[in-house]
T-cell receptor, first 112, second 118 residues
Framework: AQSVTQLDSHVSVSEGTPVLLRCNYSSSYSPSLFWYVQHPNKGLQLLLKYTSAATLVKGINGFEAEFKKSETSFHLTKPSAHMSDAAEYFCVGHNQGGKLIFGQGTELSVKP | KAGVTQTPRYLIKTRGQQVTLSCSPISGHRSVSWYQQTPGQGLQFLFEYFSETQRNKGNFPGRFSGRQFSNSRSEMNVSTLELGDSALYLC?????????????????FGPGTRLTVT
């Protein structure tokens, strides 16, 4: 991807409600896209990846993302939020130059 | 299988000094990439090493350098530290690295080194 934009810098949900973290990409070719999660004082952990095999990608911890070429989107969803999901989430693209392009991150808060 | 390890975890340095950070990749991984994470700039790619060769680099000044050893361990050096170099430095390893469009370049990140420059 040439650029990756996360549309929300902060999202707050209640425990048990759905999660939607939005990501748009800009690319002149079919991109590879990833979602990573970063808990405080930890490194990034891969949640899921899209590499053109299937448009709906399932990841760890109940997360999934759908690649929509017509909308240039790769939104991350989860049906029911858990307190442990509170973290920062990064949408990441891979460009042909061999670099990862990170979105600015979305901080997810989960209220009890 | 042990994950990516980074040492030290925390570091405090003074302006003008230099610093060396270390990263040990997952066993069998030949690619190591380095990233700088700051609140203002987010995550930015520094460089990638594959089989002891720098394969790609980001837009950072020459004060930032790195190297990779034959066992794939990597070090990153920053000379003449500036206040703006204060950041979390993350290392990531992968089997095949970031080159190529169809290769599997899933990256595994270490916990990072928190560098504070005073």
């Amino acid at each position: 991807a040439q650029s990756v934009t996360q549309l929300d810098s902060h999202v707050s949900v209640s425990e048990g409600t759905p999660v939607l973290l939005r990501c748009n990409y800009s690319s002149s070719y079919s991109p590879s896209l990833f979602w990573y999660v970063q808990h405080p004082n930890k490194g990034l952990q891969l949640l899921l990846k899209y590499t053109s095999a299937a448009t709906l990608v399932k990841g760890i911890n109940g997360f999934e993302a759908e690649f929509k070429k017509s909308e240039t989107s790769f939104h991350l969803t989860k049906p029911s939020a858990h307190m442990s999901d509170a973290a920062e989430y990064f949408c990441v693209g891979h460009n042909q130059g061999g670099k990862l392009i990170f979105g600015q991150g979305t901080e997810l808060s989960v209220k009890p | 299988k042990a994950g990516v390890t980074q040492t030290p975890r925390y570091l405090i340095k003074t302006r003008g000094q230099q610093v060396t950070l270390s990263c040990s990749p997952i066993s069998g991984h030949r690619s190591v990439s380095w990233y700088q994470q700051t609140p203002g700039q987010g995550l930015q790619f520094l460089f990638e090493y594959f089989s002891e060769t720098q394969r790609n680099k980001g837009n950072f000044p020459g004060r930032f350098s790195g190297r990779q050893f034959s066992n794939s361990r990597s070090e990153m050096n920053v000379s003449t530290l500036e206040l703006g170099d204060s950041a979390l430095y993350l290392c990531a390893s992968s089997l095949q690295g970031l080159a190529g469009v169809t290769s599997s370049y899933e990256q595994y990140f270490g916990p990072g080194t928190r560098l504070t420059v005073t």
